[in-house]
């Protein structure tokens, strides 16, 4: 006797969610992927909104209230399931507690995450919230990633759960059920109503409407970042001419007062170069630097960069110990190498340095020719 436990909708978002899962995960690993990761995030917050409607009012084995969610039953359960005295047409209650706790760590998961994204980077619905008062703020991106690792607790019990089922009661068939909706089980099957059926359409369309208008819409209201790039040129077009001439611009955000003070206070033996200036000259770039220095700016990188370094008497930004940390993993070849000839010249892969953003979207090492 099968039985009809999981319909489409149920079926279809179990697919969605685990691929927008790992997609989420993949690019959580890599700056550049970032908009990417935000992109699915977003995607995944709203099939997860869905799902808690339809386990309001969804059929019947994918309500909540068909999830058994007390603990007796949970206790009972656990003793019995070598020996299962009770066969569960829907989500035993291990299972149950696990599928809320699954739902519930996603929804965190996607709110901390936008609130990084608007705090940290200045983009997203909470772009808002980047300020000088929230910068040095790292809560929510802890938050986020602790959650992140919950997650795949959670996912380990829930694929452990299955695959034991599998073995303990291979007849019932529940492992198939999730790809076919059937369990071979005896029980009453489901059947969607015209509601559920316009609400699935609704609340999975619009899951996977914001992951193509997030992927696909420039300035999208979801990826959106509002850092406004800079002309050097029109701000102090005397420190462009005799700081740019040699190598690119380096924006005054990203090293310190004390940095500044000490770099233009040695010129002459500048990097083994003389680049010295007129005394004048010299004064007006260094209050431009001065005015316009790390201290002032709410970018994660200047932000970065200053809590990174203890003393401020390091004047190379290459030389920063965030500088080190974030660029550890490219090989020092790839710096050698003839489209970039060194470190310090972040343009070959950052080409909106020399408008003063250093964006995660515009990260792009060149290919290598030596
Ligand atoms: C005569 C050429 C010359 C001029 C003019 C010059 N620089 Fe430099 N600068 C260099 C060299 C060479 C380096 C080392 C670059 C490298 O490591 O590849 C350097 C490095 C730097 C770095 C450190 C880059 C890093 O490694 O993080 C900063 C910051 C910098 N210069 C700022 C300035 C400023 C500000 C001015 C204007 C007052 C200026 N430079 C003018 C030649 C010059
Ligand atoms: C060879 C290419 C390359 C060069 C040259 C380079 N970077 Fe990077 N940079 C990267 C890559 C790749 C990442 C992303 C690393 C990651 O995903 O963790 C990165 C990350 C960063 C970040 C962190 C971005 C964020 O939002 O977290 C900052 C800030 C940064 N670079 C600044 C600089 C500066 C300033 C220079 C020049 C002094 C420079 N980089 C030179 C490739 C480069």
Request: proline residues 3%; charged residues 20%; negative net charge.
């Amino acid at each position: 006797m099968k039985t009809y436990v999981w319909t489409l909708p149920t079926r279809i978002f179990h697919t969605l969610l685990v691929v927008f899962v790992l997609v989420a995960y993949i690019t959580a690993e890599w700056d550049d992927f970032l908009s990417l990761h935000v992109a699915f995030g977003s995607a995944l917050g709203v099939l997860i909104l869905y799902r808690v409607v339809w386990g309001v009012i969804g059929p019947k084995y994918s309500k909540f209230s068909d999830f058994n969610l007390n603990a007796t039953a949970l206790k009972e359960y656990l003793f019995s399931v070598f020996n299962p005295k009770k066969e569960y047409i829907g989500h035993n209650p291990a299972a149950g507690y696990t599928m809320v706790a699954i739902i519930i760590v996603l929804l965190l998961l996607t709110i901390t995450g936008f609130l990084t994204y608007g705090i940290q980077e200045n983009r997203g619905i909470f772009a808002f919230l980047h300020s000088s008062f929230f910068k040095d703020m790292e809560l929510f991106e802890e938050i986020h990633e602790f959650l992140g690792a919950a997650l795949w607790v959670l996912i380990g019990a829930h694929v452990i759960g299955v695959l034991l089922d599998r073995l303990l009661h291979a007849k019932q068939e529940t492992l198939k059920s999730i790809v076919n909706g059937y369990k071979n089980i005896e029980g009453e099957s489901t059947k969607l109503s015209f509601l559920q059926i316009i609400i699935s359409i609704v609340g999975i369309g619009l899951s996977i409407f914001v992951l193509v208008y997030a992927l696909s819409v420039k300035d999208n209201m979801i990826t959106a970042g509002y850092h406004q790039p800079i002309d050097y040129k029109k701000e102090n077009a005397l420190f462009v001419n005799e700081c740019a001439s040699c190598h690119i611009l380096y924006p005054p955000s990203l090293l310190p007062k004390e940095s500044w003070k000490i770099m233009m206070a040695n010129l002459q033996e500048h990097f083994g170069d003389d680049a010295s200036l007129e005394p004048e000259d010299t004064q007006n770039i260094l209050k431009y630097l001065l005015d316009n220095s790390a201290e002032y700016s709410t970018s994660e990188a200047s932000v970065n960069i200053l809590n990174s370094l203890q003393n401020k008497d390091t004047i190379a930004i290459t030389q920063t110990p965030f500088w080190k940390k974030r660029h550890k993993n490219i090989d020092d070849k790839y710096f050698k190498s003839k489209n970039i000839k060194s470190k310090a010249n972040c343009k070959a892969c950052h080409s909106d340095v020399e408008k003063g953003l250093i964006e995660d979207n515009n990260i792009k090492i060149p290919s290598m020719e030596s």
